[in-house]
């Protein structure tokens, strides 16, 4: 399991298809990444767990593809 302190603000966040799905913001505790909301097309803070995340090098990989992603975050004003 990839741990908190590997994941720093403005890391792009990749999906399994390699679809860009949002740029890290910050974590929201230990186990959720808040994304950005200038990056996001509805403008809004996006929430996804820790647990979705693959590998991190330069990027966050995700084991999940981009419109599953988009399906299954949440959303925070």
């Keep these: 399991m990839v741990a908190a302190n590997e994941i720093r603000e ?3 966040v990749r ?3 390699g679809g ?3 740029t ?11 994304l950005t909301r200038r990056d ?14 693959d590998h991190v090098d330069a ?4 084991n999940k593809d981009a419109e599953e992603v988009r399906r299954q975050w ?3 004003n």
């Design 24 to 34: 890290v913001d910050h974590m929201e505790g230990d186990s959720r990444i808040k």
């Design 59 to 62: 990027h966050v990989h995700l």
């Design 15 to 17: 999906a399994a298809d």
């Design 10 to 12: 403005h890391m792009e």
């Design 40 to 53: 996001s097309e509805d403008g809004q803070h996006h929430l996804i767990p820790l647990d979705w995340v």
């Design 20 to 22: 860009h799905v949002g």
């Design 74 to 76: 949440s959303t925070m």
